[in-house]
């Protein structure tokens, strides 16, 4: 701000609120105020032929999240921690080494929310004054700092995360910072696990520090833990020392400097397997049941290590890579430098691999090493510097590794994701000063359109440009912070060109292009006629985007000519010479623009886009075209042969079998022997809607061979539609499998019974089903006890309600009960008002206690 009337000068403002020291504060907190005279104002009056009077317009400043002002450099963290399981306290002790950042300091202003501070000491044993309000420790240091002098404090702590409110967004789902699972050992089936997630600034609920992105420290931490467990910190393990009580200390030391938020611990019983990469070590850490499985859960990890730091021109940065899954994890996954987190998702057996492989989220947090870690946006406004490149880093690995056609197959669901974020939450700039809540940051803008922005600007550049532009990146900005601009100026740097307008148009304004596009054939001029006109609203997005594209045009025999051209008007026509009437027409050729897009093609056209086109998309939206026309059979029997799974599947459910015999035969033969197991599910999903068709002996033949979860899965589904008995006598066989697919698929089969005695099934699974599994499952719950007699549901409500308001419950289990709740209260509304009402009134209750903001917008539509 800027005020002309008063000036403050702060001593320890911050202090007034509440003061806990070492030693009594004695002297008031010094505020110094500097009055200021207003000016003498002269008035000149007139009198006026006409007065016009208008309403005044209020002007505001527009929100503006800044990067965090740096007033001191934390150089380097030591912190020594134990731990009491019983009551979840962190019994701390922390070593900070700080200077001025610039401006001689006193008052040094820590983040640590939710401690008991106990001491804070000088190195030298003096003790210092400190307030502290629950979130903030206000530390009195015992002299004048200057940047040239380096401060050393110790900090004796209790910190108690689980005891103050929690919050969590929809994708980090709490933010507690450090978690004990299992605290007590009182859930047989769960295993004591002790784990933290620092974003976005939340690490300082276990460790004081200064929690924000644009901060750089290096670390050591020592964690002392039952000799039972084994645990988990960035960098290397630099000694292990046992103790007489049958406890151990672990010391692990990080060098390079990284953002607080990145800090982790974790503790557990783990099997860790090893490996080693360009003579780091690379570990694996899985609960003991998956050791055999552990490099295959996170296959490729060597491979990933070489392919980035070759494609980057940048080597691995730092002195380890480890990976660990935990239990009732908050998030997908998280980028700790050299020590990963991922939930227990991404922990399957062998077979449970075949239907989803890990490799999307294992790059996705192996480039985080470089982007984010390495080099790390200085506010959450900036959060797709980290983001975007992570979810670009997905595209460029299924490219480099399974080709462009899988490589298309994720850009189209990385575009599909983003829309839909938009028609949830509407649209923002990329970088994002104006966010309400830093946790809003983390969206389908920050990363899906962060990485399809990314891939527009890679062939803009042209592929050598682009990768030798993100090393001059990555090289001069190692170990900081960095906004926009800096990614922006070593594109510059590198190619010489201004892009300021590509980075004003889709990092710094809000949207995507919108567009109607036609086409037509002027034979007079022998020109095909383009027009292209940009519908975006100009109120929420840019009015007009630059674009780059390429358009193919065929002739009547296939033959394809490729035309460059730029679209950069609101409405333009784009006339191109051809010499005779085209057959089909396709914008942006290769696939690269980010835009929406309303074109009306024949049906001929779109069989022809399917047949003569080799990109992915063109192909996949044809036939999703010809699907909604209700056209194009002979096109979707081709496309069973298409080479990318997708496209099968899209296919087989667009076909009309209609007794074709042919077809029927193909499918069938698809059910074991094509590669894709999605496919082979989809074959038995479409022959089991069709009652004329015997297909009890191919799903035995299921049983007796498959391997794949999934087609498992959707065999029981297949075999429920044909004979329910068989399909209960199956189900029961299966029910014990860990898998989500078998399980849901085993759920929807006891629903269909309708007998009570299923019943301990789903509660045995109501807080463990998988959350990919986890709407389908308590929907066949609801199904399976909406009909049995009303004594029997209230007591399942009170178990439902149990997990609803259950504060230490993940957020998809606890809505998913609730809803559950408000099924059966819609469902009895008529039949049974009165219990209807008992069950509004269990809801409203769900509400009232409820304190996640996420949870209560939900609950606000039932």
């Known amino acids: 701000m800027n005020s002309k009337g008063i000036v403050f000068l702060l001593a320890s403002f911050v202090l007034l609120a509440s003061c806990k020291s070492s030693k009594v504060l004695e002297e008031p907190v ?298 009732d994890y908050v998030s997908g996954a998280m980028e700790n430098t050299t020590a990963v987190i991922f939930g227990e998702f991404v922990q399957k057996t062998d077979r449970e691999l075949i239907d989803n492989d890990n490799d999307y989220i294992v790059a996705h947090e192996l480039i985080h090493h470089w982007f984010g870690d390495l080099v790390t946006c200085e506010s959450w406004s900036n959060l797709t510097l980290n983001e975007g490149f992570a979810n670009y880093s997905e595209y460029l690995w299924e490219e480099y590794k399974y080709g462009l056609q899988e490589a298309g197959y994720l850009r189209m669901n990385e575009k599909l994701g983003y829309l839909n974020s938009i028609q949830q939450s509407g649209t923002h700039p990329l970088i994002h000063y104006g966010y309400n809540d830093k946790e809003e940051m983390f969206d389908g803008h920050s990363y899906n359109k962060g990485g399809l922005v990314l891939h527009m600007l890679r062939h803009y550049m042209g592929d050598e440009a682009f990768y030798a532009s993100l090393n001059r990146y990555l090289t001069d900005n190692a170990y900081t912070a960095v906004e926009a601009d800096e990614l922006r100026m070593a594109f510059e740097d590198t190619s010489g060109e201004d892009l300021n307008w590509f980075f004003d148009q889709w990092f710094h304004t809000a949207g995507h292009p919108e567009l109607e596009i036609s086409y037509s054939y002027d034979t007079t001029a022998a020109e095909v006629v383009v027009a292209v006109s940009q519908v975006q609203d100009p109120e929420l997005s840019t009015p007009i985007f630059q674009l780059p594209v390429t358009l193919s045009i065929y002739n009547k025999d296939g033959k394809e000519s490729l035309f460059d051209t730029w679209i950069n008007k609101r409405d333009q026509e784009l006339r191109l010479p051809y010499g005779e009437i085209p057959s089909l027409v396709t914008f942006d050729h290769n696939d690269l623009l980010l835009f929406t897009k309303k074109e009306d093609k024949s049906v001929n056209e779109y069989a022809n886009q399917y047949e003569w086109s080799e990109v992915f998309i063109h192909r996949f939206e044809a036939i999703e075209n010809l699907a909604a026309k209700g056209e194009g059979q002979e096109t979707m029997k081709k496309a069973l042969l298409d080479e990318h799974h997708s496209i099968r599947v899209k296919a087989i459910q667009n076909l009309d079998l209609q007794g074709d015999k042919q077809v029927i035969e193909i499918l069938a033969s698809m059910i074991t022997e094509d590669e894709h197991s999605a496919v082979r599910a989809a074959a038995i999903k479409k022959l089991s809607d069709d009652p004329s068709i015997d297909l009890s002996p191919m799903i035995e033949n299921v049983f007796d061979q498959e391997k794949s979860y999934v087609v498992l899965g959707a065999a029981l589904d297949g075999l429920l539609s044909i004979d329910q008995d068989k399909a209960l006598e199956k189900a029961n066989l299966l029910k014990n499998e860990k898998n989500a697919n078998i399980l849901a698929a085993v759920a929807e089969i006891y629903s269909f019974s309708g007998d009570p005695t299923y019943i301990p099934f789903f509660e045995e699974k109501l807080t463990n089903i998988s959350l990919y599994q986890v709407f389908d499952f308590y929907e066949s719950y609801f199904h399976l006890l909406k009909d049995q007699p009303l004594d029997l549901i209230t007591e399942k409500v009170v178990d439902l309600k149990s997990i609803a308001i259950n504060p230490e419950e993940n957020l998809f289990y606890k809505f998913s009960s609730t809803n559950l709740i408000s099924g059966l209260k819609y469902y009895y509304s008529e039949a049974a008002p009165e219990f209807s009402s008992s069950l509004n009134e269990i809801i409203q209750e769900i509400k009232e206690r409820e304190t996640n903001e996420i949870l209560r917008q939900r609950y606000n539509t039932m």
């Open 30 to 327: 010094i505020v110094e105020e500097e009055l200021f005279e207003p000016e003498e104002v002269i008035i000149e009056e007139r009198l006026l032929d006409e007065l016009q009077i208008t309403a005044p317009r209020d002007y505001v400043l527009p929100n503006y999240n800044q990067a965090a002002k740096r007033e001191f450099d934390l150089i380097h963290t030591s912190l020594d921690l134990r731990f009491d399981w019983t009551n979840e306290h962190v019994l701390g002790r922390a070593e900070l080494f700080l200077k001025p950042y610039f401006y001689p300091k006193q008052l040094l202003i820590l983040d640590a929310k939710g401690f008991d501070i106990l001491s804070i000491t000088t190195f030298a044993g003096k003790d210092l004054e400190y307030g502290y309000d629950g979130k903030k420790l206000n530390v009195i240091l015992d002299k004048m700092y200057t940047r040239q002098e380096e401060v050393r404090l110790i900090i004796d702590y209790i910190a108690k995360p689980s005891e103050g409110p929690v919050g969590g967004s929809e994708a980090i789902t709490s933010d507690k910072g450090l978690f004990f699972i299992n605290p007590r050992n009182e859930e047989a089936d769960k295993p004591q696990q002790i784990w933290t997630q620092g974003e976005t600034e939340h690490n300082s609920k276990w460790f004081p520090t200064i929690d924000k992105p644009n901060e750089n420290t290096t670390q050591e931490i020592k964690l002392t833990v039952e000799d039972r467990f084994v645990t988990l910190s960035n960098g290397i393990m630099v000694s292990s020392v046992n103790h007489a009580d049958g406890k151990r200390t672990d010391h692990w030391k990080m060098d390079d400097p990284h953002a607080p938020y990145l800090f982790m611990i974790a503790v557990g019983e783990y099997a860790i397997v090893k490996e080693s990469w360009n003579g780091k070590e690379l570990a694996y850490y899985v609960e003991k049941e998956y050791e055999p499985y552990a490099k295959q859960i996170f296959a490729h990890t060597p491979e990933m290590l070489t392919f980035f730091s070759e494609l980057l021109d940048y080597p691995y940065p730092w002195d380890k890579y480890s990976q660990i899954i935990t239990r």
